[in-house]
């Protein structure tokens, strides 16, 4: 597990982009505590990604400070503020195997050849993907490909992991096992995360702490109980919805419940 030293709390104040003339994030600010998740909630176009991309460095805000602990990162060049960022598609190097794929930003970092091997290995391990270290991401299945791209994430021991909705590009199976190999994972390793999704039941899978983003707005929760009881979170509808549909009350794509039996 990562010390507080090397995972320290996020605070994004007053977090500004503007693009082309346009403003696409509007004073944004809140927190994540350290080892925790916050999962943010919002539509396509909302400007979720807008905000990752500002917090890792790849794009520069209008205004705002990003800090991690009590150092201010948004000062910083992207390569030195000690964020992962991982996106829908795994993007392995097709030339590398799976172990050197993981094993890729150890070896930036020049540590000793042994510690590379070591910290692989666990790794591998607690990615179910042991036995496969020699195979090449063309023969690897869609799973086993993003889950090789989040061991190369945690095996450098990030400050802070952005999640860009990760799992959306895999079947329903496969991404309720990522997630739920995410949570293992963030506990057993102190990830302190921020993960961004239009996936109502992801971010309540994966998230400790709740965010809403509208239009380049975040709305952050106190904490879970005003996240579900938030009408705009969507949560009372789903859940209304599936008492519905279990108890013989609600429709889906035109098959009646009621009768599905008769």
């Keep these: 597990m990562t010390t507080d030293a090397s995972s320290p709390t996020l605070r994004v104040d007053r977090l500004g982009v503007q693009l082309g003339g346009q403003v696409i994030l509007h004073d944004v600010s809140f927190v994540v505590d350290v080892h925790t998740t916050m999962a943010v909630i919002g539509a396509s176009g909302c400007g979720k990604t807008t905000l990752l991309r500002a917090i890792a460095g790849l794009l ?141 039941k992801e971010s309540m899978r994966m998230g400790d702490s709740f965010a809403m983003m509208r239009g380049g707005r975040v709305h952050a929760y106190a904490d879970r109980k005003a996240f579900c009881a938030d009408p705009a979170s969507g949560v009372e509808r789903e859940a209304a919805f599936w008492q519905a549909f279990t108890s013989g009350d609600a429709q889906v794509s035109g098959c009646d419940a009621r009768t599905a039996d008769s």
């Design 60 to 200: 520069t805000p209008a205004h705002g400070e990003v800090k991690l602990g009590a150092r201010r990162v948004d000062l910083l060049a992207p390569n030195r503020r000690g964020i992962v960022y991982l996106n829908q598609e795994p993007l392995l190097f097709p030339h590398l195997d799976l172990f050197e794929n993981i094993a890729f930003g150890l070896r930036l970092r020049r540590l000793p050849e042994r510690q590379v091997r070591e910290r692989v290995a666990e790794m591998l391990v607690q990615l179910e993907l042991d036995g496969m270290e020699r195979r090449h991401a063309h023969a690897l299945s869609g799973g086993q490909r993003q889950r090789a791209a989040f061991g190369r994430a945690l095996v450098v021991e990030p400050a802070l992991l952005l999640l860009d909705e990760p799992f959306s590009n895999l079947d329903p199976d496969t991404r309720t096992s990522m997630q739920d190999l995410f949570k293992q994972l963030a506990r057993r390793r102190g990830i302190t995360a921020l993960l961004v999704t239009h996936d109502l």
